[in-house]
Nanobody, 120 residues
Framework: QVQLVESGGGLVQPGGSLRLSCAAS????????MGWYRQAPGKERELVAS???????NYADSEKGRFTISRDNAKNTVYLQMSSLKPEDTAVYYC??????????????WGQGTQVTVSS
């Protein structure tokens, strides 16, 4: 009953930029922390960045200064602005959100993933 839909992935050259979006929809009472994770082939899924409902952000060390996470609470949407992209940023990027759907039920939801490929 809750969906997270990512968009904005694609192919970009090294040094380029991309903006990912993730919109939550469905039976939503409130949304807590939202985040972006990525998984490269043969590697474990790792945190890229997260943002609380109040706007407090957290970044993986390798992304600090290159990526910016933001959110629009009115639209239930989280964004990831990526710049100075490197080939090692190539991965499937997943959106994640802690969503309360009723007074007694809160769960973590995942999007389906969007491919980001950095290559010349």
């Amino acid at each position: 009953q809750v969906q997270l839909v990512e968009s904005g992935g694609g192919l970009v050259q090294p040094g380029g930029s991309l903006r990912l979006s993730c919109a939550a929809s469905g039976r939503i009472r409130s949304i807590g922390v939202m985040g972006w994770y990525r998984q490269a082939p043969g590697k474990e899924r790792e945190l890229v960045a997260s943002i609380s409902s109040g706007g407090v952000t957290n970044y993986a060390d390798s992304e600090k200064g290159r990526f910016t996470i933001s959110r629009d609470n009115a639209k239930n949407t989280v964004y990831l602005q990526m710049s100075s992209l490197k080939p090692e940023d190539t991965a499937v990027y997943y959106c994640n959100a802690l969503i309360q759907t009723s007074l007694l039920y809160t769960n973590t939801y995942w999007g389906q993933g969007t491919q980001v490929t950095v290559s010349s």
